[in-house]
């Protein structure tokens, strides 16, 4: 598109990767905004990197322009209207070869070919530690590229905290009210398994605040005869009902990690720990026991205030990384400002719960454990 002067505009290529996370439209309506009033486009990516690598697929295109009337009433709008995906990390991409075998090939280089064809001047990666990874590869490969982090799990290094987070967490919160009183009610254990692949922070955040008896994280490999132990305890003291709250992460001691399936081309799917916990429990305390999963439930719904302002804030700070000639760093909040981080560096671990940081600490006060 050519300005009224006749000189080609600043063109922004928004992308959104990873699983989804409540506040992705804030960030998209914040960039597409902050980009409008400095007077470059902006345009959306389809489904991560997808867009590019497969425009067939999409019969408008896999690259879109956004315009104010596309971001017009999706701030509180659960997950991304550009859309997104899990499958296929440009990195690793599983291809199938001439011998029918599925084999994983980079594909980065086609996607800084793609970007220059479509004549996007720099790029804005909304996503996850593996979004972050791609985007790290990108600016090595010459892209002008600003990652913006989002996680449900918190589990992004660099920034106090993604958005997100705290949607998942209050959702969880009210789930946990909501479980207690049926608990009391029919004197049963019931347990509660919440999104958590690396980091327990929803459960443990949660499970504080919603009055979880013990909280399993994979942090924190547990015995099940202590969990047990303390469903007893509290019998004997004339309490017949417990909640444990269970990241789907979490590990038994000498054990492993519950996989439900591991496709190349995406992470293992986790799942089915709070089904075995739920068994294990009824078994060794001989109550009864249900189970509740909360799973994606995690992930949908409007961002909560907190959330809506960080993805706002984090929008607007890509934007003005860009004009201030940065690339290859993620925006993070560093209370109470916003500052950039190298993307190497937020990618480098994972940003797990400490074992000796407060809310353990204070879980433990309380009374909570954790099964070690
Ligand atoms: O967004 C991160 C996460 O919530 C993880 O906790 C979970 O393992 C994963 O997404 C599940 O993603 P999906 O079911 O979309 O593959």
Same mark, same amino acid.
């Given at each position: 598109?050519?300005?009224?002067? =006749?000189?080609?505009?600043?063109?922004?290529?928004?992308?959104?990767?990873?699983?989804?996370?409540? =506040?992705?439209?804030?960030?998209?309506?914040?960039?597409?905004?902050?980009? *409008?009033?400095? /007077?470059?486009?902006?345009?959306?990516?389809?489904?991560?990197?997808?867009?590019?690598?497969?425009?067939?697929?999409?019969?408008?295109? !896999?690259?879109?322009?956004?315009?104010? +009337? $596309?971001?017009? !009433?999706?701030?509180?709008? /659960?997950?991304?209207?550009?859309?997104?995906?899990?499958?296929?990390?440009?990195?690793?991409?599983?291809?199938?070869?001439?011998? !029918?075998?599925?084999?994983?090939?980079?594909?980065?280089?086609?996607?800084?070919?793609?970007?220059?064809?479509?004549?996007?001047?720099?790029?804005?990666?909304?996503?996850? &530690?593996?979004?972050?990874?791609?985007?790290?590869?990108?600016?090595?490969?010459?892209?002008?590229?600003?990652?913006?982090?989002?996680?449900? &799990?918190?589990?992004? +290094?660099?920034?106090?905290?993604?958005?997100?987070?705290?949607?998942?967490?209050?959702?969880?919160?009210?789930?946990?009210?909501?479980?207690?009183?049926?608990?009391?009610?029919?004197?049963?254990?019931?347990?509660?398994?919440?999104?958590?692949?690396?980091? =327990?922070?929803?459960? *443990?955040?949660?499970?504080? $605040?919603?009055?979880?008896? @013990?909280?399993?994280?994979?942090?924190?490999?547990?015995?099940?005869?202590?969990?047990? #132990?303390?469903?007893?305890?509290?019998? @004997?003291?004339?309490?017949?009902?417990?909640?444990?709250?269970?990241?789907?992460?979490?590990?038994?001691?000498?054990? &492993?990690?519950?996989?439900?399936?591991?496709?190349?081309?995406?992470?293992?799917?986790? !799942?089915?720990?709070?089904?075995?916990?739920?068994?294990?429990?009824?078994?060794?305390?001989?109550?009864?026991?249900?189970?509740?999963?909360?799973?994606?439930? *995690?992930?949908?719904?409007?961002?909560?205030?907190?959330?809506?302002?960080?993805?706002?804030?984090? =929008?607007?700070?890509?934007?003005? #990384?860009?004009?201030?000639?940065?690339?290859?760093?993620?925006?993070?909040? +560093?209370?109470?400002?916003?500052?950039?981080?190298?993307?190497?560096?937020?990618?480098?671990?994972?940003?797990?719960?400490?074992? +000796?940081?407060?809310?353990?600490?204070?879980?433990?006060? *309380?009374?909570?454990?954790?099964?070690?």
């Amino acid at each position: 598109m050519i300005n009224r002067e =006749g000189t080609p505009r600043f063109r922004v290529g928004i992308s959104t990767g990873g699983g989804d996370a409540p =506040g992705l439209n804030a960030v998209i309506r914040a960039v597409v905004l902050s980009s *409008l009033h400095r /007077g470059w486009e902006c345009h959306g990516i389809r489904d991560g990197f997808h867009g590019i690598l497969a425009p067939k697929q999409y019969p408008n295109g !896999g690259v879109i322009p956004l315009y104010r +009337d $596309s971001v017009r !009433g999706i701030t509180h709008i /659960g997950g991304t209207i550009i859309g997104t995906t899990n499958w296929g990390n440009p990195l690793h991409y599983p291809t199938t070869g001439s011998d !029918g075998q599925v084999y994983e090939r980079d594909r980065s280089d086609e996607i800084v070919n793609g970007l220059a064809a479509h004549g996007l001047d720099a790029v804005i990666s909304i996503g996850g &530690d593996g979004s972050m990874t791609i985007a790290a590869a990108l600016a090595r490969k010459g892209v002008r590229i600003i990652g913006v982090p989002k996680t449900i &799990d918190n589990d992004l +290094d660099g920034t106090v905290v993604t958005f997100g987070f705290d949607t998942a967490l209050a959702f969880a919160t009210e789930c946990l009210d909501r479980l207690l009183s049926t608990a009391q009610a029919h004197q049963r254990v019931i347990v509660v398994e919440v999104m958590g692949r690396y980091a =327990g922070w929803i459960a *443990l955040n949660a499970g504080i $605040s919603g009055s979880a008896n @013990a909280i399993l994280i994979p942090e924190i490999p547990y015995d099940i005869n202590k969990v047990a #132990a303390k469903i007893k305890k509290r019998e @004997a003291d004339g309490r017949c009902y417990s909640i444990v709250v269970v990241a789907e992460g979490a590990t038994p001691a000498g054990g &492993d990690v519950s996989v439900v399936e591991h496709e190349l081309g995406r992470d293992k799917r986790l !799942g089915g720990i709070g089904e075995r916990i739920a068994h294990e429990l009824q078994e060794l305390t001989s109550r009864e026991t249900r189970l509740v999963v909360l799973g994606h439930l *995690l992930r949908g719904g409007s961002p909560t205030t907190f959330d809506r302002l960080l993805a706002l804030r984090f =929008g607007a700070a890509a934007t003005r #990384a860009i004009e201030e000639g940065q690339s290859g760093v993620m925006v993070a909040l +560093d209370p109470p400002g916003v500052r950039y981080v190298p993307l190497e560096e937020a990618t480098k671990r994972m940003k797990t719960v400490p074992l +000796d940081c407060d809310s353990v600490r204070t879980a433990r006060d *309380l009374g909570i454990v954790f099964g070690d």
